[in-house]
Structures are given as structure tokens and as C-alpha cells.
């Protein structure tokens, strides 16, 4: 008889913290005073890089990085709609128009954003990890 296969989700919460904090302490600065949102894909990263770096040789490193980016990008969201919410008070707008565009605006930028996060902390996890028990 077979053994039915039961998936998990196996990571390190420490790693993984470590890294969601790298992602806000970069994250938040570089995303608040520059117009560009490509830095908080150079957070995630870094972000990915320290987890790879602080994870222990036997252990899930990519996953600590995409669980700690994903961590990390959940604390980020509230960032996201403030900033958007700040741009658009400057736009001149009949009524609710100006929330309503600022709402769509951050909720594209969260959606562009979430996968790259995730994507680019597996990654650079995963290469810091094999360049540093190669």
C-alpha cells in the first residue's frame, strides 16, 4: 500500500525573520525618499542574500528566503498605500476620484510587487547558499 504524500512547508522562523527585517530596514527608507520602486526588489535581494547567509548548512535556505520575504512584504503593504495615498494628495480631483485611483495604484504596484519579492529572495538565497558550501 502506498504512503499518501503529505506536502509541508519546511523552514526556519529565525532565518526567515532575520530577513524580513533586512527587507523593511532597506526596504522602507529607500522606497519612501526615491520615486523609483525597483528598490525594494534590490531589498528583497539583499534580504535573500542575509538568509542565505544566516541559515545553517543542512536547512531550507531559498524557502527561509521566500517565507522572510513574504513576511517582510506583508509589513510593507501599509508603506505602499501610504505613499500612494501622499502622491495622490497632491493630484487635483473631483470627490473620492483621487482615493479611488490611489487604491488602484497601490494595489497594481502590490501585485507587481509580491512575485518579484518572493522570486528575486528564493534566488539570491539559493546562490548564496551554493557559493557559500561550494
Given at each position: 500500500?502506498?504512503?499518501?504524500?503529505?506536502?509541508?512547508?519546511?523552514?526556519?522562523?529565525?532565518?526567515?525573520?532575520?530577513?524580513?527585517?533586512?527587507?523593511?530596514?532597506?526596504?522602507?527608507?529607500?522606497?519612501?525618499?526615491t520615486a523609483d520602486?525597483?528598490?525594494?526588489?534590490?531589498?528583497?535581494?539583499?534580504?535573500?542574500?542575509?538568509?542565505?547567509?544566516?541559515?545553517?548548512?543542512?536547512?531550507?535556505?531559498?524557502?527561509?528566503?521566500?517565507?522572510?520575504?513574504?513576511?517582510?512584504?506583508?509589513?510593507f503593504i501599509p508603506?505602499?498605500?501610504?505613499?500612494?495615498?501622499?502622491?495622490?494628495?497632491?493630484?487635483?480631483?473631483?470627490?473620492?476620484?483621487?482615493?479611488?485611483?490611489a487604491s488602484v495604484?497601490?494595489?497594481?504596484?502590490?501585485?507587481?510587487?509580491?512575485?518579484?519579492?518572493?522570486?528575486?529572495?528564493?534566488?539570491?538565497?539559493?546562490?548564496?547558499?551554493?557559493?557559500?558550501?561550494?
Amino acid at each position: 500500500m502506498k504512503d499518501p504524500i503529505q506536502p509541508s512547508l519546511d523552514f526556519e522562523l529565525r532565518p526567515a525573520l532575520e530577513g524580513s527585517i533586512a527587507l523593511l530596514i532597506v526596504g522602507v527608507p529607500l522606497f519612501l525618499y526615491t520615486a523609483d520602486w525597483i528598490t525594494i526588489l534590490f531589498a528583497a535581494t539583499m534580504a535573500g542574500a542575509i538568509v542565505g547567509l544566516r541559515t545553517d548548512r543542512y536547512a531550507q535556505t531559498a524557502i527561509n528566503g521566500l517565507v522572510g520575504s513574504m513576511i517582510g512584504f506583508l509589513f510593507f503593504i501599509p508603506v505602499i498605500i501610504g505613499r500612494q495615498l501622499y502622491l495622490f494628495q497632491f493630484v487635483q480631483m473631483d470627490g473620492s476620484d483621487s482615493i479611488l485611483y490611489a487604491s488602484v495604484f497601490a494595489s497594481s504596484e502590490i501585485i507587481a510587487l509580491a512575485p518579484a519579492t518572493a522570486i528575486l529572495a528564493f534566488t539570491a538565497a539559493a546562490i548564496v547558499d551554493f557559493l557559500r558550501f561550494k
